[in-house]
């Protein structure tokens, strides 16, 4: 129901940095939680970061690298990406749940690389 649009992704080396952002296409304002997941070759997919009424989730192999923000006038969120191992290769998908909805909604997803 709710159209999520990722950017940002790319090739990075070990240690760099990299911005994802995801433009939704209502209020990001009118979502139960709203974040992003990611899944490398092989893998299940996993939650990264995800903000709730109850606050932000990371995972705990991100913690102190990855920063989830939002600017709800442009109706996007980002997911700030530092300190990049190669472990944090995988496609990254936008992840919206939108209030009385019990459907999330997912992005098409963005390949993030990293590699020396």
């Known amino acids: 129901q709710v159209q999520l649009v990722e950017s940002g992704g790319g090739l990075a080396q070990p240690g760099g940095s990299l911005r994802l952002s995801c433009a939704a296409s209502?209020?990001?304002?009118?979502?139960?939680?709203m974040g992003w997941y990611r899944q490398a070759p092989g893998k299940k997919r996993e939650s990264v970061a995800v903000?709730?009424?109850?606050?932000?989730t990371y995972a705990d192999s991100v913690k102190g690298r990855f920063t989830l923000s939002r600017d709800n006038a442009k109706n996007t969120v980002y997911l700030q990406m530092n300190s990049l191992k190669t472990e944090d290769t995988a496609v990254y998908y936008c992840?919206?749940?939108?209030?009385?909805?019990?459907?999330?909604?997912w992005g098409q997803g963005t390949q993030v690389t990293v590699s020396s």
């Open positions: 992840y919206a749940m939108p209030l009385g909805d019990p459907i999330p909604s």
């Open positions: 209502g209020s990001i304002t009118s979502m139960f939680a």
């Open positions: 903000f709730s009424s109850s606050g932000t």
